[in-house]
């Protein structure tokens, strides 16, 4: 039996072809949910939209600082370990969750796999860069979405026999799941917009930063003659509040805004600004172009329509001319929306290998 170990909304998505498949092919598993999400929007509306089966166990670690979120998430996962005695445990990413999750089943002795294996960003400020390296390091299967991800996985020493390249599962779920967005009859707004996303501790926890990406926002729009859709992350909603920051009229706000809806939003955007790892994903596959709010990105395949802003106007203005002179090429270097087949078949065939 597999533990299937998740708790973040990126995990939710992302391991949907999985637990998808693992149910089509009957394989037995428990999905464990360590309850770093816990808000409805961050959580609950995945589950529903994505028609997942409910947790078979929920352990309600929540928020705290890494220390004390990893280390309530390692504490009930150990319990749950001890009394499931999984023949494997499952994780995908670069949370905490998937970090607490690896290393308490790898000290217990039970083999780990790990979805969207190999990715760097070569930046070890950010803590989902710790979590990649230390997770990939322990774990026994590395399932990585492309070829760069195995490079990177080989020049840190990972046996080529562990590593396979299957694409990214977000291509999967974009591509099982864009026809039910178009089904909502969303009304979108009236003109173009740009869909905007932030939660990332350098840009958003910090008022001077948070400030900085807010003018930049609002600056592109009012060039672009645009509106921006907003959905806020809580952890931004948090700092936007104690940084007192007012928006300006071309911000249009969502408190809460579930999977289809993104789709749907980003589906018809004039452009994606964004600071997240799976919306520059999904943004590609849906062949829009994206300016990311970082200076570096662990997807490099998206650099042919995703251009690295920073938080620098300059460069955004270079990006929307690059946009805009028809130089951007989207691939399929993500994947062909085939990963969560190909990643059951390789899981089903070394669990037959570890009886
Ligand atoms: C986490 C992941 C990040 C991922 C992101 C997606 C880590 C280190 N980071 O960041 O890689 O891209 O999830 O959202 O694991 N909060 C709520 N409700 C919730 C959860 C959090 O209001 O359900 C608020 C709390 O104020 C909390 C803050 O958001 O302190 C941050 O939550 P946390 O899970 O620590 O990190 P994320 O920023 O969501």
Request: glycine content about 8%; hydrophobic content about 40%; charged content about 25%.
């Amino acid at each position: 039996m597999i533990v299937v170990f998740l708790g973040t909304r990126p995990e939710i998505i992302k391991m949907s072809p999985v637990l998808r498949e693992l149910r089509k092919k009957r394989v037995s598993f428990q999905l464990v949910h360590s309850g770093q999400h816990y808000s409805k929007e961050l959580d609950k509306v995945f589950f529903r939209q994505l028609e997942l089966p409910k947790p078979d166990i929920q352990l309600h670690a929540g928020s705290g600082s890494h220390a004390e979120q990893t280390g309530a998430i390692m504490i009930g996962f150990e319990k749950v370990c001890k009394r499931l005695d999984p023949d494997l445990v499952l994780v995908h990413g670069d949370t905490n969750t998937t970090l607490a999750g690896a290393l308490t089943a790898k000290k217990l002795c039970i083999p780990v796999a790990h979805v969207e294996a190999g990715l760097r960003s070569f930046d070890d400020s950010m803590p989902e860069e710790i979590n990649r390296k230390v997770v990939d390091r322990i774990s026994d299967y590395l399932y990585t979405p492309t070829q760069g991800g195995k490079t990177n996985l080989l020049h840190e020493g990972v046996k080529p026999t562990s590593i396979v390249v299957t694409g990214n599962t977000v291509i999967d779920a974009v591509k099982q799941n864009i026809a039910l967005a178009d089904k909502l009859k969303m009304v979108l707004p009236k003109g173009e917009y740009i869909f905007l996303t932030a939660h990332r501790p350098s840009n958003v926890d910090l008022p001077q930063r948070l400030r900085s990406l807010v003018n930049l926002a609002d600056k592109l729009a009012s060039i672009l003659h645009a509106t921006i859709i907003w959905p806020v992350h809580p952890r931004t909603q948090v700092m936007l509040k104690r940084s007192r920051i007012v928006l300006s009229p071309r911000f249009k706000v969502l408190e809460s805004i579930g999977y289809l809806e993104t789709l749907r939003y980003l589906e018809h955007a004039r452009l994606v600004l964004t600071d997240s790892g799976g919306i520059q994903e999904e943004a590609y596959s849906l062949r829009r172009p994206i300016l990311t709010l970082r200076e570096n990105t662990e997807r490099p395949e998206t650099l042919t329509a995703n251009k690295l802003i920073g938080l620098d106007l300059r460069l955004a203005k270079e990006g929307v001319q690059f946009f805009e002179g028809g130089e951007a090429r989207w691939t399929h270097a993500l994947g062909k929306g085939d990963a969560g087949v190909r990643i059951v078949a390789d899981l089903r065939a070394r669990l037959r290998g570890l009886k």
